[in-house]
């Protein structure tokens, strides 16, 4: 019998005795081998692979406890790599599986949640670049009769969370009936519908508020221009160009190449580690479904913030935020924010078994990627500053201050900021 089939009735089950905090974490989530060992045990397993082309020892040495920090606080594994612009290095540490043993790997996939906007929003400025669409166009126009009031809702609003439309994921009883039946399939049509029955947050373009029903919208956009379904256009637009090997857009639970399985940790189950890799993606669609590594993302920014995937006026039109009201700014599928090191810009992921940052400079030259193949519980979480703080800091080629290398939320702060703000983000 399939492991994951067997015990998903009891992860639904004991949903109902998690902490509060979780059910909603898990409602702003995205993506869901027993008897597994603990994250420290996991990292016995592997010492660790590392591929480098430069970058000092001493760097290595810091990233790697800084990732080997993220699997003693109870995560399966932990992936990095680090761009300064010269050098590029990539190391992996602890699990891609549990049972039977399977060591990281920098080059595994993961799926890596709501850096999918980024790809979204790439597409479709492309088209309006091609003069298929327009920013200004409303939902009505593309989509008849999908969500009151598409009329005065603009793409534009979609793409920079400045629609008020209800984010699906919030609602409690979509979140139990994920749970309770983590390998149905669902529609675009049926996630929206799940918005639908709320009201909205606010008046179209007077607010800001994180909704993955706007990428769920957007993908229908997409499909309605082209006549192309959402992960041909990821294929044709960007993966194919760039030759990103390792990067798709899932439309089934099956990876296609080596891959991290990804985790729920017994902090949450209330058991043991949940196998969740074989959950149905269908679920977050255009807001959460790409699939990737760690260098395909580095590939991937770089184009785009060179101005390789769009013209300079519609990358300027990417770039150009509004102000979130939670310490960063929000563009089209891209934010941007102030660190203790630099600014960065990119996007970042949570879906049920996996944590993705994808952190660049503004010229696209400069990456920091940290991936975690394990659903962040409190500890997770905060352990999860050290690698991201030390990435940021080695991609600009700065001294890694101690608050991005040590432990603990007084001195994490910096860096927690910017993951508390992520927790939030499928």
């Not at 027993?34 to 397993?45: E, V, Y």
């Not at 992996?92 to 060591?103: I, K, W």
């Amino acid at each position: 019998m399939d492991p994951q089939r067997h015990d998903s009735s009891g992860f639904g089950r004991r949903l109902n005795r998690w902490p509060a905090w979780f059910a909603g974490l898990l409602a702003l989530a995205t993506s869901l081998a027993l008897a597994a060992p603990t994250g420290a045990q996991a990292a016995a397993t592997s010492a660790g692979s590392t591929a480098a082309t430069g970058g000092s020892r001493h760097d290595d040495e810091v990233l790697r406890a800084a990732l080997q920090a993220v699997v003693d606080a109870g995560a399966t594994g932990a992936i990095a790599l680090v761009d300064d612009g010269d050098h590029q290095r990539e190391m992996a540490v602890g699990s891609a599986r549990l049972d039977p043993p399977e060591s990281l790997r920098p080059v595994d996939q993961v799926r890596v949640g709501s850096i999918t906007k980024t790809a979204m929003a790439t597409i479709t400025l492309q088209l309006v670049g091609e003069g298929r669409l327009s920013l200004h166009d409303s939902v009505e126009h593309w989509l008849p009769g999908e969500v009151p009031n598409g009329s005065a809702i603009t793409i534009q609003m979609l793409l920079n969370h400045t629609s008020g439309i209800f984010n699906y994921t919030d609602d409690p009883q979509f979140v139990a009936t994920v749970v309770a039946h983590p390998f149905r399939h669902w529609t675009p049509q049926e996630l929206i519908a799940v918005a639908n029955a709320h009201p909205p947050v606010f008046p179209p373009g007077q607010g800001w508020s994180y909704s993955n029903t706007n990428y769920i919208l957007i993908g229908l956009v997409l499909e309605a221009v082209t006549g192309q379904p959402v992960q041909e256009l990821v294929a044709n637009r960007i993966v194919r160009p760039l030759h990103l090997l390792h990067t798709f857009f899932a439309t089934s639970a099956p990876f296609p190449g080596p891959y991290a399985h990804g985790y729920l940790p017994p902090s949450l189950t209330g058991d043991s580690y949940l196998d969740v890799s074989a959950w149905s993606p269908s679920w977050y669609w255009a807001a959460g479904a790409l699939v990737s590594n760690a260098a395909d993302l580095a590939r991937f920014y770089q184009a785009l913030l060179s101005g390789r995937l769009l013209r300079p006026a519609l990358l300027h039109r990417m770039i150009t935020t509004v102000d979130t009201g939670n310490g960063f700014r929000y563009g089209l599928g891209i934010f941007t924010a102030p660190t203790p090191c630099g600014t960065i810009w990119g996007h970042d992921g949570s879906v049920l078994g996996y944590l993705s940052f994808a952190y660049n400079d503004r010229s696209g030259s400069r990456h920091a990627i940290v991936l975690v193949p394990t659903f962040a519980d409190t500890a997770i979480l905060e352990a999860v500053s050290q690698p991201l703080g030390v990435a940021i800091c080695q991609m600009f080629d700065h001294e890694v201050p101690a608050a991005a290398a040590e432990s603990g939320a007084a001195t994490a702060s910096p860096w927690l900021r910017l993951i508390d703000k992520t927790a939030a983000l499928p």
